[in-house]
Structures are given as C-alpha cells and as structure tokens.
C-alpha cells in the first residue's frame, strides 16, 4: 500500500516571506498523481495545486508552486510572499490513475503567517 | 463548488446509539467517499462507492457501514457508536471515470462526538 509521510507537524513564517512544506510518498506505481490541499479554521478541504506524475514539468498555481521529484519520491510545496489567508492545515494526498480514484492523505502540516 | 451538502454537521450522542451521517451532491457525479479525520491522522478512507448499489471497503472501515440507493445520496453509518468514532467527518465525490487526477470535491464535514 502507497504512504504518504508529512515530517513537518507545524511551521510558522512571516508573512511576505517564502516557505516550503515537505511531503515523500511511497509506491511501486508508476502513474499516479499528487495534491496539496488546505484546511483552513472553516474545515473546507481546497485543493491548492495537483501534479501528473508522468508530466516532468512542475506545476504552478499563482503563488503557489512544486517540487517534484519522482526517482526521490518527494512532492515539496512552495509558497511564495505568504498571506494571511494561507494560515492552515495543509495536507499531501496521493492517487492512483485507475479510476476510483481513492486519496492517500499524510498527517498534515499545520502552517501560521505571521503579520 | 459542487453542490455537496452534509448533514447534521453537527451531532453529539451516546455510546451504543446508532448514527447516520448523509452526504448529498448535486453534480451526478459517480464516485462518493466517505473519510474521517483524527489529530495525527491526516485524513483516512472509511467506504466509498463506485455507483448505486455499488461500495467498498476503506482503510478503516471497521464498525461502519454506507449505502448508496441513488446517485446523489451517500449515507454513512455507525451500528453502535464507539467513543472512538468521536471524529470529523468529510463526504467526498468526483465524476470521471477515469483517472485524468481530477479533482475531489468534499463537503464541510461532520463534527460527531461520542460520550
């Protein structure tokens, strides 16, 4: 079975300033993909950012960009000028490409800006 | 956002009392899942299904059982609640048959606590 480790339980940073949250996965497959959502204090799960793992080039969304490294088995999260707002719990994920698509969660980084 | 509604989104009970949690989605989509969330845990996969009449087995999906009898309702229930089923509750659906990594939608989740 595929994990998903999370080593970073909390981090804090201030805000306008870059931060990177660490995820490493582990599987035998070969086609899958990774996500990054965030939990902020309301509980809503947001996907920030996903990545194909047959695609090299890392994903970007705004402020928001990867580090994908396959042959490592590592899915980094960078978080460029910080806000407020991105003050949550943010959690990798991993899924299969068959289908039902079933999420593979790690224990969650829990992240603070501060003003 | 897709229309997924939960409820109760609340709900505090009883050890040994049987309790049903509903998922509702309005975007027809075939895929629903049913996790929890504990402190340290990430999020873990309790049931999910793969159409009406159609579920499986999660990760942890030990004293609880689903049925789906139409597309857009998905019930999650505890026989006899536990005080270790005191948790956070996400419903979670996606449409596409097949991988394409798509998203899943979660609805704001249930807060059931066990006494």
């Known amino acids: 079975a595929q994990t998903v480790t999370q080593s970073q339980p909390e981090m804090s940073v201030q805000e306008a300033e870059t931060v990177t949250l660490s995820c490493t996965y582990d599987t035998s497959e070969n086609n899958y993909y990774l996500f990054w959502y965030k939990q902020p204090p309301s509980r809503q799960m947001i996907l920030v950012i996903r990545q194909e793992a047959y695609k090299q080039q890392n994903a970007t969304e705004n402020r928001f960009s990867v580090n994908f490294q396959k042959a490592a088995k590592s899915f980094s999260l960078k978080i460029s000028d910080s806000q407020l707002g991105d003050t949550a719990m943010y959690f990798c994920?991993?899924?299969?490409?068959?289908?039902?698509?079933?999420?593979?969660f790690g224990t969650g980084t829990r992240l603070t800006i501060i003003p | 956002d897709a229309g997924i509604t939960q409820s109760p989104r609340h709900k505090v009970t009883e050890t040994g009392t049987p309790v049903t949690l509903r998922c509702h989605q309005t975007e027809n989509h075939r895929y629903m899942y049913w996790y929890r969330q504990d402190p340290g845990h990430g999020l873990r996969l309790i049931h999910y299904?793969?159409?009406?009449?159609?579920?499986d087995k999660g990760e942890v999906s030990d004293g609880y059982s689903v049925s789906r009898s139409k597309t857009e309702d998905f019930l999650l229930t505890l026989e006899s609640a536990t005080s270790s089923q005191t948790s956070v509750y996400f419903c979670?659906?996606?449409?596409?048959?097949?991988?394409?990594?798509?998203?899943?939608?979660f609805g704001p989740g249930t807060r059931l606590t066990v006494l």
């Open positions: 299904s793969y159409g009406v009449k159609d579920t």
């Open positions: 979670a659906t996606h449409g596409q048959d097949r991988g394409e990594g798509n998203e899943q939608f």
């Open positions: 994920a991993f899924t299969f490409n068959f289908g039902n698509e079933k999420l593979t």
